[in-house]
């Protein structure tokens, strides 16, 4: 049963369909799961997490994903979420301090990019040029983002 009803999301998900998801899985009224998806709650609350940002809800997703991290506390990917969370309300150290976590968990090269622009958002020019000049080479489409951040954290660096 389990299984049908989350295959039954996903296929929403597939069609970008956020409100029908929304309303099968998430009670707005009690902030909770609906039956049955509490039964594995970090991914529910994961999925409530991850429609709430696309929706620019950072507020509910910030909440969505903590619930995902209770039930999961190595969930690196509920950690990276929350961290892009924080970060697009402007608040870089929170995000600086899930992306840690969340590479100590998975050290992925995604993450890491991620956390050198956290810590370019803070002025910290010298440790995210180390972190940009860590990840490249690694992949092309993270090596070019990174190749351009990099530039302006030299050049921010060199002016501040």
Sequence with gaps: MKDDCYRAVHRLLRKCE??????????????????????????????????????????LAIKAFKNALTQRKDDSEALMALANCYAEIGKPQKAERYLRESIRIKPLKAYVYNLANALFDQGKFRDAIEMYEAILYQNKQLDDLARKNLKLAKKKRGKA
């Design 18 to 59: 956020y409100d029908k998801v929304l309303k099968l899985i998430y009670d707005r009224e009690n902030h909770s799961l609906n039956e049955p998806y509490s039964d594995d709650s970090n991914h529910g609350w994961y999925i409530v997490g991850d429609i709430c940002f696309k929706k620019s809800d950072y507020k």
